[in-house]
């Protein structure tokens, strides 16, 4: 069998320290995939931080300078992960506690967790989540801010919180979102998505609590492309499916505020659209969500548009749980019953998904997803206090459909629908093909953004569409070791997926150029993974000519978009129990995003928060990565268990060939931030707040 070339092609600097502890055992039963862990295991005892484990994996050549972390011998904590959930089968590890000894309660402080991001735009300037601001004095939280929701979710399963808003009366024409919450107890990570009506407009999840006093994080959201809504009374919907039983403790309390200003700020943001259209569900008026659940519904609206449309954006909201959470690690449907004598059957239709966006049955346009790992995922103290990227904050994807235009502003009824696809490599032998559905299950929901011309009974007309695309090319490998008695050992697999997408009519064109690389191993009889994927895409779109319908060049240029990206994603885990029933679970992940953003688009591109390097015609450019080390590890017996987890993130945010704005490099080990490093425009900002975790100590004794 050919060894996996892997190539090291993150921006960071990794050194070779990422090797587990050579006492890992051989596995000799049950599965491999730790999200399905806990079906089998039942109660699965896991510890994040406590004795046993050899070596401290900071990244030195990150971090040069951080605080000592030393070891306590506190009694071990116990981090318990979970049984099923009736509603959303996936099983994810999670952390908790059981009695041992306690500190003193005026010791313990409440756990931040945060995602990495770049700050937004307040009134005073720049800010970032946990409350560091650029100018702090001069920005005044009471100025004009609306409180949306005050929450407990609970039992809170198809008990989503209604909410009645009212605009503020102060004039404004940027709003931001302050999102807090605070939690204790065990639970797991938790999807939530937030409606006005029928209309998704932010879809985040939760971080995994601990014992009292708990963890709490705040994610602030700039929502100004939403404005058509904030200028009016809606009911707000906000979703957050979590349970409580005596095992399953963690209630999360939440506050939601949204702050409201007015700002001269120039940038190629597009204006805020006139109109909103949702493709959901559409049970808001029932008080119910209004997300798609693929392949159970049918993801498809048919509806009759204004006819007066010059930009229409169709942004696509889409994410895997339960069996998809973790598509990216599926192998090739040929392959799926390889361990089935050893790990058990593994989760199929290859790595790969597109998220389709068809109108009247004709692709407009694809999202090659973001692999968002959520709190809970892989091995959970991956993520604490340091959340995955977007794990907080779920972005969507643009697909400009102007091209549609003259067909779509006929006053006709058109239909939208939004459909996953994954490979099939089993129902022809001479061709890999996309599939029509995945598995259970993908929540989805689109809209679409509209700017209509001034004179409400002009009519957009125009040549038809031409779609000039064709099926993706998609290449498949995947072979086989097997041991002299006929066990199938190790599984190779490869997956690679190329797709380009024009569109154009005489209004505008939207083209699309992804490409996808995904290479597997499986080995151990079906226990360890590795898989490497980089996802890269060029999204564009233009007005035909200038001269068509507008001579102005200004606002033709305006109506321009382009943005490019690069995901990666390495992922090394491997799960094991011992004939005595010692368990192992371990793992490696490094996740990174490239993105830059030119022109109109939808949402922000970040460099709203910087006035004072914004203007017209500047690329913006995110660069992130980041890593960790984790692992858990607990005795038969069930009684002793220890583990750690370490991570490290570096983020660049700024102007193509010109400033950075805002820089962040931030490490934490078995809990607890020990550097953390950030710079916004080319300054440390004013206000920093560093109390990014307790010690090792505190931490433990916090869990008993
Ligand atoms: C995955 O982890 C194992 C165990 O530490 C290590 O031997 C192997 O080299 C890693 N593979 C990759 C591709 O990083
Ligand atoms: C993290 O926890 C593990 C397990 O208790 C311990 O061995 C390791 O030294 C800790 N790391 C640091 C930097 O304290
Ligand atoms: C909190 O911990 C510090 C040492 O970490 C100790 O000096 C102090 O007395 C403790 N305070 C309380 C209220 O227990
Ligand atoms: C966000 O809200 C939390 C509490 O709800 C508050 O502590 C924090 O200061 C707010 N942040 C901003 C930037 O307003
Ligand atoms: C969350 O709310 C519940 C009641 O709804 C309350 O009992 C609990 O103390 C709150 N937790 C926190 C951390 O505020
Ligand atoms: C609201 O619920 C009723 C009763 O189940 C159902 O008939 C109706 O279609 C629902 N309406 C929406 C908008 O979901
Ligand atoms: C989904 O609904 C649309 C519109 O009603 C219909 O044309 C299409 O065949 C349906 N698709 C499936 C898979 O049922
Ligand atoms: C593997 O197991 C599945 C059920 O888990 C079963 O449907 C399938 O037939 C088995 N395949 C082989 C080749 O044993
Ligand atoms: C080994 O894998 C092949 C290909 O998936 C499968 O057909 C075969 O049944 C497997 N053998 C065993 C013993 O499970
Ligand atoms: C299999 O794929 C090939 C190439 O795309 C195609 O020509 C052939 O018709 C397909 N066969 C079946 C049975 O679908
Ligand atoms: C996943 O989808 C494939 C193809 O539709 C199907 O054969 C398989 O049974 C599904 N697996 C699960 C676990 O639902
Ligand atoms: C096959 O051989 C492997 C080692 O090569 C061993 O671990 C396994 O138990 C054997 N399986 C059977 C069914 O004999």
């Given at each position: 069998?050919?060894?996996?070339?892997?190539?090291?092609r993150?921006?960071l600097?990794?050194?070779d320290?990422h090797?587990?502890?050579?006492?890992r055992?051989?596995?000799?039963?049950?599965?491999?995939?730790?999200p399905?862990?806990a079906?089998?295991?039942?109660?699965?005892v896991?510890v994040?931080?406590?004795?046993?484990s050899?070596?401290?994996?900071?990244?030195t050549?990150?971090?040069?300078?951080?605080?000592?972390?030393s070891?306590?011998?506190?009694?071990?904590?116990?981090?318990?992960?979970?049984?099923i959930?009736?509603?959303?089968p996936?099983?994810k590890?999670?952390?908790?506690?059981?009695a041992?000894?306690s500190a003193?309660?005026?010791?313990?402080?409440?756990?931040?967790t945060?995602?990495?991001a770049?700050?937004?735009?307040m009134?005073g300037?720049?800010a970032?989540?946990?409350?560091s601001t650029h100018?702090?004095?001069?920005?005044?939280?009471?100025l004009?801010?609306?409180?949306?929701m005050?929450?407990d979710?609970a039992?809170s399963?198809?008990?989503?919180f209604?909410g009645n808003?009212?605009?503020p009366?102060?004039?404004f024409?940027?709003?931001?979102?302050?999102?807090?919450?605070?939690?204790q107890?065990?639970?797991?990570?938790?999807?939530?998505?937030?409606?006005?009506?029928?209309t998704?407009v932010?879809?985040?999840?939760?971080?995994?609590?601990?014992?009292?006093?708990?963890?709490?994080w705040i994610y602030?959201k700039?929502?100004?492309?939403y404005l058509?809504f904030?200028?009016s009374?809606?009911?707000?919907?906000?979703?957050?499916?979590?349970l409580?039983?005596?095992?399953?403790?963690?209630?999360?309390?939440t506050?939601?505020?949204?702050i409201?200003?007015?700002?001269?700020?120039?940038?190629?943001?597009a204006?805020?659209?006139?109109?909103?259209?949702?493709?959901?569900a559409?049970?808001?008026?029932?008080?119910?969500?209004?997300?798609?659940?693929?392949?159970?519904?049918?993801?498809t609206?048919?509806?009759?548009?204004?006819?007066?449309?010059?930009r229409?954006?169709?942004?696509v909201s889409a994410?895997g749980?339960?069996s998809e959470e973790f598509?990216?690690?599926n192998?090739?449907?040929s392959d799926?019953d390889t361990?089935?004598?050893?790990?058990?059957?593994?989760?199929?239709?290859?790595?790969?998904?597109?998220v389709?966006?068809?109108?009247?049955?004709q692709i407009?346009?694809?999202q090659?997803?973001f692999?968002v790992?959520?709190?809970?995922?892989?091995v959970p103290?991956?993520?604490r206090?340091?959340?995955?990227i977007?794990a907080?904050?779920?972005?969507e994807?643009?697909?400009?459909?102007?091209p549609?235009?003259?067909l779509?502003?006929?006053?006709?009824?058109?239909t939208f629908?939004?459909r996953v696809?994954?490979l099939?490599?089993t129902?022809?032998t001479?061709?890999v093909?996309?599939?029509e559905?995945?598995n259970?299950?993908w929540?989805?929901t689109g809209?679409i953004?509209?700017?209509?011309?001034?004179?409400p009974?002009s009519?957009?007309?125009?040549?038809?569409?031409?779609?000039?695309?064709?099926?993706?090319?998609?290449?498949?490998?995947h072979?086989?070791?097997?041991?002299?008695n006929?066990t199938?050992?190790?599984?190779?697999?490869?997956?690679?997926v190329?797709?380009t997408l024009?569109?154009t009519?005489s209004?505008?064109?939207?083209t699309?150029s992804?490409?996808?690389t995904n290479?597997?191993?499986?080995?151990a009889f079906?226990?360890?993974?590795v898989?490497d994927?980089?996802i890269t895409?060029d999204?564009?779109?233009?007005l035909a000519s200038?001269?068509h319908h507008?001579?102005n060049?200004?606002?033709?240029?305006?109506?321009?978009?382009?943005?490019t990206y690069?995901y990666?994603l390495l992922?090394?885990?491997s799960?094991s129990v011992?004939?005595?029933g010692?368990?192992?679970?371990?793992?490696f992940l490094?996740q990174?995003k490239?993105?830059?953003t030119?022109g109109?688009?939808v949402f922000?591109?970040g460099l709203?928060?910087?006035?004072?390097?914004?203007g017209?015609?500047?690329t913006s450019?995110?660069e992130?990565?980041?890593?960790g080390?984790?692992?858990?590890?607990?005795?038969?017996d069930g009684?002793?268990?220890?583990?750690?987890g370490?991570?490290?993130?570096?983020?660049a945010f700024?102007?193509?060939?010109?400033?950075?704005?805002?820089?962040?490099r931030?490490?934490a080990?078995?809990?607890?931030?020990v550097?953390?490093?950030?710079?916004?425009e080319g300054?440390?900002p004013e206000?920093?707040?560093?109390?990014g975790?307790r010690?090792?100590?505190a931490q433990a004794?916090?869990?008993?």
């Open positions: 069998m050919a060894p996996l070339d892997l190539e090291k993150a921006i600097a990794v050194d320290d090797v587990f502890p050579p006492s055992k051989k596995p000799s039963s049950r599965r491999r995939v730790l399905w862990v079906v089998v295991l039942g109660l699965l896991l994040s931080i406590g004795a046993s050899h070596r401290c994996a900071a990244d050549s990150l971090f040069t300078s951080h605080g000592t972390v070891h306590h011998g506190y009694p071990l904590p116990e981090l318990r992960s979970q049984a959930n009736s509603r959303s996936t099983l590890a999670q952390e908790t506690t059981t041992t000894t003193p309660a005026a010791n313990r402080t409440v756990l931040k945060f995602e990495v770049q700050p937004v735009p009134p300037g720049p970032e989540s946990d409350g100018h702090p004095k001069d920005y005044s939280p009471e004009c801010t609306v409180l949306l005050r929450h979710f039992w399963y198809d008990a989503p209604i808003y009212e605009p009366s102060c004039e024409n940027r709003v931001v979102l302050n999102f807090s919450v605070v939690s107890g065990r639970q797991f990570d938790r999807l939530a998505i937030m409606y006005f009506g029928d998704e932010w879809r985040t999840s939760t971080a995994e609590p601990t014992a009292p006093p708990g963890i709490g602030l700039d929502m100004t492309e058509y904030w200028k009374p809606q009911k707000l919907i906000f979703d957050l499916g979590n409580i039983n005596d095992k399953y403790t963690g209630i999360f309390n506050t939601m505020t949204a409201f200003y007015n700002t001269d700020l120039v940038t190629d943001q204006t805020p659209s006139d109109l909103i259209i949702p493709i959901s559409r049970h808001g008026a029932n008080n119910s969500i209004s997300r798609f659940a693929l392949p159970a519904e049918n993801a609206n048919t509806i009759s548009l204004p006819r007066n449309i010059r229409a954006v169709f942004s994410n749980q339960a598509w990216w690690s192998v090739l449907q799926v361990f089935n004598a050893t790990a058990g059957a593994l989760p199929g239709l290859s790595p790969f998904r597109e389709q966006v068809l109108i009247d049955g407009a346009g694809v090659w997803p692999p790992i959520f709190t809970g995922g892989v103290s991956l993520h206090p340091i959340v995955g977007h907080f904050d779920l972005r994807h643009e697909i400009d459909i102007s549609f235009l003259p779509l502003c006929d006053g006709q009824q058109h629908t939004i696809a994954g099939d490599d129902s022809n001479t061709s093909s996309l599939t559905s995945v259970e299950s929540y989805v809209k953004f509209l700017w209509l011309s001034d004179d009974s009519i957009t007309t125009g040549d038809a569409p031409i779609l000039n695309y064709s099926p993706p090319a998609i290449a498949v490998a072979s086989l070791t097997t041991t002299s006929g199938n050992e190790t599984l190779t697999y490869s997956t690679s190329r797709r024009r569109i009519s209004t505008s064109s939207w699309q992804l490409t996808y290479k597997g191993l499986v080995t079906g226990y360890d993974q898989n994927l980089v895409g999204d564009r779109s233009s200038p001269s507008n001579s060049p200004n606002s033709n240029r305006a109506s321009n978009y382009h943005s690069t990666t992922s090394n885990s799960y011992s004939p005595q010692n368990l192992s679970i371990a793992a490094r990174g490239t993105v830059s030119a109109a688009s922000p591109s709203e928060a910087f006035s004072r390097h914004s017209k015609g500047l450019v995110l992130t990565v980041k890593e080390t984790a692992e858990f590890r607990q005795t038969g009684k002793e268990s220890s583990g750690w370490d991570a490290r993130q570096v983020f700024g102007v193509q060939g010109g400033k950075e704005l805002y820089y962040r931030v490490a080990v078995n809990g607890t931030v550097g953390d490093e950030r710079r916004v300054r440390e206000v920093v707040v560093v109390d975790g010690g090792v100590a004794l916090e869990y008993a």
